[in-house]
Antibody, heavy 117, light 110 residues
């Protein structure tokens, strides 16, 4: 069974950092591009970042460029998102997504990040 | 701020047809594929349409997508109560070098 399980979220002060993890099971992570998408409470979806299969290429939304970094460890079947210099507007449910918009699109249940002093 | 524009709401009675529009520009919908997601309350989004009109395995053929110029549409025919959800369009934006989402449309079954 395919599973994506996010972890590492929580409450952090403005300017702080967090590292989100996404543990993949039931499929071979190295076969897929992986993405992060976020959704603030009661708001719409926002694409955040993506990484290609072998980790050699990344793209980030302008709103997080220079602050967030996507990475992966295919040997550990895990995707990461490093969140630095966090702002109130970064508070959201962060989803890990396999093959975003592809025929094998699959989403985790999300992990909540709260930014508050 | 969302780059793609959708109506905030749409509604219909069971069995009716509902159409949701998605308006973009020459840097996104005008040059790339459009995708549609359904998000039921409290759940992760589910891909309904990819590459403008294709349906992933398991998506009912009541859902159909189309694209013309810088706009796209999602049609739900034979509306059912379980179709009550938020619907989002998305596309790659070549100018922003990232995916952009629509503002989202809440569908209500009356």
């Amino acid at each position: 069974e395919v599973q994506l399980v996010e972890s590492g979220g929580g409450l952090v002060q403005p300017g702080g950092s967090l590292r989100l993890s996404c543990a993949a099971s039931g499929f071979i992570l190295s076969n897929y591009w992986m993405h992060w998408v976020r959704q603030a409470p009661g708001k719409g979806l926002v694409w955040v970042s993506r990484m290609n299969k072998d980790g050699s290429r990344t793209d980030h939304a302008d709103s997080v460029k220079g602050r967030f970094t996507i990475s992966r460890d295919n040997a550990k079947n895990t995707l990461y998102l490093q969140l630095n210099s966090l702002r109130a507007e970064d508070a959201a449910l962060y989803y890990c997504v396999r093959d975003f918009v592809g025929a094998e699109d699959y989403w985790g249940q999300g992990i909540l990040v709260t930014v508050s002093s | 701020q969302s780059v793609l524009t959708q109506p905030p709401s749409a509604s219909g009675t069971p069995g009716q047809r509902v159409t949701i529009s998605c308006s973009g520009s020459s840097s996104n919908i005008g040059v790339d594929n459009v995708y549609w997601y359904q998000q039921l309350p409290g759940t992760a989004p589910k891909l309904l349409i990819y590459n403008n009109y294709r349906r992933p395995s398991g998506v009912p053929d009541r859902f159909s997508g189309s694209k013309s110029g810088t706009s796209a549409s999602l049609d739900i025919s034979g509306l059912q109560s379980e179709d009550e959800a938020d619907y989002y369009c998305t596309a790659w934006d070549g100018r922003l070098k990232g995916y952009v989402f629509g503002t989202g449309t809440t569908v209500t079954v009356l």
